[in-house]
């Protein structure tokens, strides 16, 4: 068969994230093409991720001819989860192009898994739900032979004419079974360019697990799902180290959802990382409740870990409680603490906007960022999403908007305490008031040097955060 393998997450289709030159290569994409690889099934690839527009996909599926194509979007990446729909419509006209060659599709997303019928209505022959690795090799065999598709687990189907979900497929355990990604098939230069043009040093993507057995019930887990397994701590360095040694990389971003839960497995990961003498500097997410062991902190410290990003999300007790967090404010305290003391910068994912959510819960999650001090913040609104506890609660509320448009769309699309315009200012004002701060302490001597930029960005912060303040009140 001739096979075409792609995605069709667009950075240039988001604002934000352009605006941030920080693109990271489609990781199960390449890792989903080296199992087809690695079991008889060679395919042609192509990354979309830096093109403009779908365009040049299309034109490349119409040269290939292909017999399948198959959209397989990252799974690793929070951005594929939170199903854009400019996304969603760039996928649609791949469809359509695949299909006006005669091609078989399939897909593989979190936004197909949660609108499959949807994307049946739009051509896709088969959607794969949840991890899909397994699930495609097995259709591939199928439809080399002619077989029917009747018995494969995790997929639906058009069934006399009628879109049809199939058994749900048991997670794989044993992670090492996948081969590692296909790293060849990516234009890292052309990665590399985007990212020297942006204020960040070039990094690569990396996954040792898969799936959060946390239940925080507005986030969604469509691909992975609430489970947690592990690659073996060798895989992984050997991994890094061939991309550094290779690709000259030196930083790297842990995809997990929760990096290092499994007993063990970040001391045996420092070890594998000082037995290969591997030099590099990474970036992981966790919770603060696993970080409190000093131990534990260490071992991540010399192993290179250079930032964590905490799901901090309020400032309000009240507010991680009804989210069902299981974390508390002493344990954000208290981690991020530890963590600086050995160096490591700490960033705090903040969420706005949360059923019940008053202006004093908004101020205790400022109270927070400002004695807590976070080297970084994230801030989003809630979203809901479909598959969650929270998403059930406030479906009724909706309109026909159920999905951002990009990743800094920040739409309300539920009836929270406020309206989407003062969340617009809230997250704005926040930003400014955290840059404001930071630069306020670096000027008052806990840097050895005054820089030119805080001089001139706290006035002009100052004043944007004013500005703000008055929208908020």
């Known amino acids: ?103 078989k599709v399939i897909v593989s997303s979190s936004d197909s898994t949660d609108h499959w019928e949807l994307y049946h209505e739009k051509g896709a022959d088969i959607i794969i739900h949840g991890e899909g690795e397994h699930s495609l090799l097995e259709v591939m065999q199928k439809l080399r032979t002619t077989e029917g598709l009747n018995g494969i687990q995790g997929i639906s189907t058009i069934i006399d004419g009628k879109a049809t979900k199939h058994a749900p497929r048991t997670n794989e355990r044993e992670l090492d079974v996948f081969p590692q990604a296909k790293w060849e098939v990516i234009d890292l230069e052309a990665y590399k360019s985007i990212w020297n043009q942006g204020k960040f040093p070039f990094t690569l993507n990396i996954s040792t697990t898969r799936g959060c057995p946390f239940k925080c019930n ?44 499994k007993p063990g497995w970040v001391t045996k990961f420092n070890d594998a990382v000082q037995a290969a003498r591997l030099k590099m500097h990474y970036k992981i997410q966790s919770r603060a409740d696993l970080l409190m062991q000093d131990q534990t902190i260490d071992e991540l410290a010399q192993s290179g870990l250079e930032e964590v990003w905490i799901g901090a999300e309020s400032g309000s007790q009240k507010i991680l409680d009804a989210m069902d967090k299981g974390i508390t404010l ?112 670096k000027l008052l001597g806990k840097r050895p040097y005054v820089s030119w930029r805080y001089v001139v960005l706290i006035p002009y912060n100052w004043f944007k955060m004013t500005t703000l303040k008055s929208k908020l009140s």
Request: proline share 5%; aromatic share 14%; with cysteine.
């Open 330 to 441: 002493d344990q954000i305290k208290k981690s991020t603490e530890l963590l600086q003391q050995k160096g490591v910068r700490v960033a705090y994912f903040l969420q706005f906007g949360y059923l019940g959510e008053t202006k004093e819960d908004v101020q205790l999650t400022l109270d927070m960022v400002r004695n807590y001090h976070p080297d970084d913040i994230g801030i989003s609104v809630s979203y809901p999403l479909p598959g969650t506890k929270f998403y059930e609660t406030v479906k009724a509320q909706m309109g026909e908007k159920s999905n951002w448009e990009d990743s800094d769309d920040l739409d309300l699309m539920f009836e929270g305490t406020f309206s989407p315009d003062y969340y617009r200012a809230l997250q704005r004002f926040v930003h400014h008031r955290f840059r404001l701060n930071q630069g306020w302490r």
């Open 218 to 261: 507005w986030c969604a887990k469509p691909i992975y799902g609430n489970r947690y397994n592990s690659r073996s701590p060798e895989r992984v360095v050997a991994e890094m180290k061939m991309l550094q040694d290779h690709c000259g990389v030196k930083h790297f971003w842990i995809t997990d959802d929760i990096f290092g839960l």
């Open 1 to 103: 068969m001739n096979i075409f393998v792609t995605h069709s997450y667009f950075y240039q289709l988001d604002s934000k994230q352009w605006i941030n030159k920080t693109p990271y290569p489609p990781l199960a994409t390449i890792t989903a093409l080296a199992h087809l690889e690695a079991n008889g099934f060679p395919a042609q690839f192509y990354d979309v991720a830096l093109d403009p527009s779908s365009e040049r996909c299309q034109n490349k599926i119409s040269e290939a001819a292909p017999d399948v194509v198959v959209i397989y979007e990252d799974g690793f990446n929070y951005l594929t989860k939170m199903c854009l729909t400019n996304m969603r419509y760039a996928c649609f006209d791949i469809i359509a192009t695949a299909k006006s060659k005669g091609a």
